[in-house]
């Protein structure tokens, strides 16, 4: 089951945040601003929760907390402020292997590989989708690398161009002109290991209509018309 979690920019230049609780019983949630690509910079955040209209003072190192009951959702509003910064940030998930069969997501292991899994609350799936290109992670530090036949979290360099990533509406993330992630494929088991946990993230020869290229993740959207 678990928790769903949505941000939103707001056209003032706050946020939207939800957190949906899928389980079948009420659970506390604590959501680290972090994890929503608030700037860890000092600066006190006006929030307001939207269902009850009740605000509080939050700084950005802080956490959205509450008690959300069976399949319920918390929302909050976060106010526009001079100090507060946002970068895109979250999970990045596969594509789904089957209808209705759950994503995996993007998680970093402890030697530096990349492989797919079951999306989790863990810091090593929280990713921020940086101006520059680089997908980082949100704590700890370290970029995503990307060469053919390789993935890895390594030291983030600027200008790098195995780190410079760009995300495209067909949910392929590049690297270069011809290089795309992609989870590694196989027939092993029914749809093959983009479906099964441990399934090694690397690059490859971008194809069209590869869903094992195939990424939804976090991004600004559409500039406004």
Request: hydrophobic share 40%; charged share 15%.
């Amino acid at each position: 089951m678990g928790f769903d979690v949505a941000v939103k920019p707001l056209a003032d230049g706050g946020l939207a945040v939800t957190v949906l609780n899928k389980g079948p019983v009420s659970a506390s949630y604590a959501l680290p601003l972090a994890w929503l690509g608030v700037a860890q910079t000092p600066c006190a955040l006006a929030t307001t929760d939207v269902w009850s209209g009740e605000g509080r003072s939050l700084e950005a190192q802080g956490a959205l907390k509450g008690e959300i009951a069976a399949h319920d959702t918390m929302m909050a509003r976060v106010a526009p402020a001079k100090c507060l910064g946002w970068t895109p940030a979250g999970q990045v998930a596969a594509a789904q292997s089957a209808f209705a069969r759950a994503p995996l997501c993007l998680q970093a292991g402890d030697k530096g590989g990349v492989t797919v899994e079951s999306c989790n609350s863990r810091a090593s799936q929280q990713w921020r989708m940086e101006p520059g290109g680089h997908i980082a992670l949100t704590e700890g530090g370290g970029c995503l690398s990307m060469t053919a036949g390789k993935a890895a979290v390594e030291p983030c360099r600027a200008g790098a161009p195995r780190q410079t990533f760009a995300y495209h509406l067909s949910g392929a993330l590049t690297a270069g002109r011809e290089l795309c992630l992609a989870v590694k494929t196989g027939k092993v088991g029914n749809g093959g290991l983009i479906g099964q946990q441990g399934a090694v993230v690397r690059g490859e020869r971008c194809r069209t209509f590869a869903p094992e290229q195939t990424f939804s993740a976090p991004h600004r959207g559409a500039p406004p018309t």
